[in-house]
């Protein structure tokens, strides 16, 4: 009931209907065509609005689960290239004046190492290269160790989180 009083306020609002007893003139009309088409335009306005505050809400969830999974995903990443580029800098340090440390491999694939994490720090997180550039400092983190006859793979179990 309270439903149709409503509905009827409206009816009665757009067709400017004006009577002693609102309710009974009102209930009596109810049923014609033009109250049914209010009924569908009233409908219809009320759908409009819940899609517009679905889609703003939508919006706003969608742009802070997009930051928390940047966030998340750009630490990985982070973290990963770190952990390359320090055990690198550390090998290289404690190899500083040895036979192994002069190899021109050796050297050759550290400073590869480094060139692909400056670029890796200066590309678009939305940019394909990303990814390719991330495999090669895999790829070349891997001859490294081999060079060094290391096993020292990435386990981000192992590195400790801030």
Not at 75 to 99: A, F, I, K, N, P
């Amino acid at each position: 009931v309270g439903f149709l009083t409503e509905i009827d306020k409206i009816f009665c609002a757009r067709n400017r209907i004006q009577t002693a007893e609102p309710e009974q003139e009102i209930f009596a009309g109810s049923f014609s065509s033009g109250f049914m088409d209010d009924v569908f335009d009233l409908e219809h306005e009320y759908f409009a609005e819940g899609a517009e505050e679905g889609r703003q809400q939508g919006h706003a969830r969608g742009l802070a689960e997009g930051a928390l999974l940047g966030l998340e995903k750009g630490s990985e990443l982070g973290r990963q290239v770190g952990y390359y580029m320090g055990c690198v800098e550390t090998w290289m340090e404690l190899l500083q004046g040895t036979d192994l440390g002069c190899k021109e491999n050796v050297q050759r694939v550290a400073r590869r190492l480094r060139e692909l994490s400056a670029t890796f720090e200066q590309l678009n997180p939305t940019d394909e290269a990303l990814q390719d550039t991330l495999e090669k400092i895999t790829t070349n983190f891997k001859l490294f160790t081999a060079l060094l006859k290391k096993n020292q793979p990435y386990n981000p179990a192992d590195i400790p989180s801030f």
